[in-house]
């Protein structure tokens, strides 16, 4: 996205991250103790208050990154880098 759309690509990685993490931690950590019902309750609520954090967080951090550019007068891309750690040249 040449370094556009930061709202879009900071909501979309905490709705991953976040879906990821809760996910794990209501298999692992829940459904056990509290049951699968319980459970899934659980997830629903978690995962939707964190995303609500995200989204209401997602504008300071927008702001203070174009502050944070305009200051440092830099604004850098990785293009044409493999990060692939199997590769060796």
Known sequence: ???KY?????LGSSAIGG?????VITIFGY????GLSHAL????SIYLLEFIYAVI???PVWAICIIIKKHENLDVYDKK???N?????
């Open 41 to 44: 309750t659980l997830f629903t």
């Open 31 to 34: 459904i056990p103790r509290i």
């Open 1 to 3: 996205m040449k370094g």
């Open 6 to 10: 930061f709202w879009v690509r900071g």
């Open 81 to 83: 880098i493999r990060f």
């Open 85 to 89: 750690p199997f590769r060796f040249d």
């Open 57 to 59: 967080l997602v504008c």
């Open 19 to 23: 879906l990821v993490l809760v996910g």
